[in-house]
């Protein structure tokens, strides 16, 4: 007969789901393997990204935890906090390399903005949740109006990154709760005829990275540096990479921003294109994980919610290795689950819970 102890550790590890726990996990050694490499010069990096993966790690447990019918009582509240830590940012923010993104609160230091990814769409998804039988046009208005305060306050920082990622995770929530066709193609259309206005307003440093994107070999050793040397590491990956800790762009120090940003051109130049297939395949399957949980969500907030979180992960990781690869403009996105940063991973951590949650109170019976 099973002790007590195990009958306590049975019934809380029944919160987890088995396949997104194998994916996660899967990609958490691929990127705890890669930041080693990267961070061979630095290995305090690797040391804090543990501690941080442990915490992710207790937050998914937490939140798994939670049932969605409480996690939606916390959508209003996360929402307006990560408002007032925004404007905290705005007046008390610290400065890095230019721009104030980080908020130190005395024992830890946070980027506000990287906790509006989550709680952008939870409070859009609680919105329509609450309006689900009588969604009218007003309601996309002002969840338009919900999504424009966080966005506004990150481009001020400046983070143009950080902000089209809100952007994105608000803008999913907002269409999966039915926002017409017609209106998303008058949409596109005005975005595209704004582009011109949107030139005008990006700062210098913006509008060189579109320019580098185009030509990075316009400035080799400056602005087209970051691009042309992960382009490098990724080409001289080849098939098979050069082995695990064997990279010589990455130990020769050419790869800029190697444990975070550019932490994808470390890994291709190691594990070379079949390396790439795989970690590919493992993004792909978390994708694939969440819109399934999604899909079977018992409750609107649990569909729009799940759903969010799928395409925000696809976001993630289609800009961060279009950015390293050079198809897209460099902007500081980490990829999920590889890059070092702790208020990503806890994010993350947060992210990967809630699904979990969500697909263990999901329908029983599909109608």
């Given at each position: 007969?099973p002790?007590r102890?195990?009958?306590?550790?049975?019934?809380?590890?029944a919160?987890?789901?088995?396949?997104?726990l194998?994916?996660?996990?899967?990609?958490?050694?691929v990127?705890?393997?890669?930041?080693?490499?990267?961070g061979?010069?630095?290995p305090?990096?690797?040391?804090?990204?543990m501690?941080?993966l442990a915490i992710a790690?207790?937050?998914m447990?937490v939140f798994a935890?939670i049932?969605?019918t409480?996690?939606m009582k916390?959508?209003?509240?996360a929402?307006?906090c990560?408002?007032?830590?925004?404007?905290?940012?705005?007046?008390?923010?610290?400065t890095v390399?230019?721009a104030?993104?980080?908020?130190?609160l005395?024992v830890?230091?946070?980027?506000?903005?990287?906790?509006?990814?989550?709680?952008l769409?939870?409070m859009?998804?609680?919105?329509?949740?609450k309006?689900?039988?009588?969604?009218r046009?007003?309601d996309?208005?002002?969840?338009?109006?919900?999504m424009?305060?966080?966005?506004?306050l990150?481009l001020?920082q400046p983070?143009?990154g950080t902000?089209?990622?809100?952007?994105a995770a608000?803008?999913?929530?907002?269409?999966?709760?039915?926002?017409?066709w017609?209106w998303?193609?008058?949409?596109a259309?005005?975005?595209?005829?704004?582009?011109p206005v949107?030139?005008?307003?990006?700062?210098?440093y913006?509008r060189?990275?579109v320019?580098?994107?185009?030509?990075?070999?316009e400035?080799p050793?400056?602005?087209g540096?970051?691009?042309?040397?992960?382009?490098?590491?990724?080409?001289?990956?080849?098939?098979?990479?050069?082995g695990?800790?064997q990279?010589t762009q990455t130990?020769?120090?050419?790869?800029?921003e190697?444990t975070?940003?550019?932490?994808?051109?470390v890994?291709?130049?190691?594990?070379?294109l079949?390396g790439?297939?795989v970690?590919l395949?493992?993004?792909?399957?978390?994708?694939l994980?969440?819109?399934?949980?999604?899909?079977?969500?018992?409750?609107l907030?649990?569909r729009?919610?799940?759903?969010?979180?799928a395409?925000?992960?696809?976001?993630?990781?289609?800009v961060?290795?279009?950015?390293?690869?050079g198809?897209?403009p460099?902007?500081?996105v980490?990829l999920?689950f590889?890059?070092y940063g702790?208020t990503?991973?806890?994010?993350?951590?947060v992210?990967?819970?809630?699904?979990?949650?969500?697909q263990?109170?999901?329908?029983?019976v599909?109608?």
């Open positions: 007969m002790s102890a195990a009958l306590f550790l049975r019934e809380r590890l919160v987890l789901d088995p396949v997104l194998s994916i996660v996990g899967a990609l958490a050694i990127g705890s393997l890669t930041l080693y490499s990267a061979a010069d630095f305090w990096r690797f040391t804090d990204q501690r941080n790690t207790g937050v447990f935890s049932p969605p409480t996690l916390f959508a209003l509240p929402y307006l990560g408002v007032v830590l925004l404007l905290g940012v705005e007046f008390f923010g610290t390399k230019g104030t993104r980080w908020l130190n005395g830890i230091t946070i980027q506000p903005s990287e906790l509006m990814r989550l709680a769409p939870m859009l998804a609680w919105y329509f949740h309006r689900e039988t009588s969604i046009t007003i996309f208005v002002f969840a338009a109006l919900l424009a305060i966080p966005v506004v990150i001020h983070d143009l902000a089209t990622l809100v952007l608000g803008a999913f929530v907002i269409f999966f709760a039915g926002l017409p017609k998303l193609a008058t949409l259309v005005g975005g595209i005829a704004l582009l949107a030139w005008t307003l990006m700062h210098d913006q060189q990275r320019m580098t994107l185009i030509d990075p070999s400035d050793l400056g602005k540096f970051h691009t042309l040397q992960a382009m490098i590491a990724i080409g001289s990956g080849g098939l098979f990479g050069k695990w800790m990279g130990h020769l120090e050419f790869i800029p190697r975070s940003d550019f932490i994808f051109a890994y291709s130049e190691e594990f070379g079949v790439n297939l970690l395949a493992l993004f792909s399957a978390l994708v994980r969440a819109m399934t949980i999604a899909l079977g969500a018992a409750t907030f649990g729009l919610m799940a759903g969010s979180i395409l925000i992960m696809f976001t993630y990781c289609f961060n290795m279009g950015m390293v690869s198809i897209l460099v902007v500081g980490p999920p590889i890059s702790g990503a991973l806890v994010t993350l951590g992210a990967c819970g809630m699904l979990m949650s969500i263990r109170h999901r329908k029983l599909h109608t």
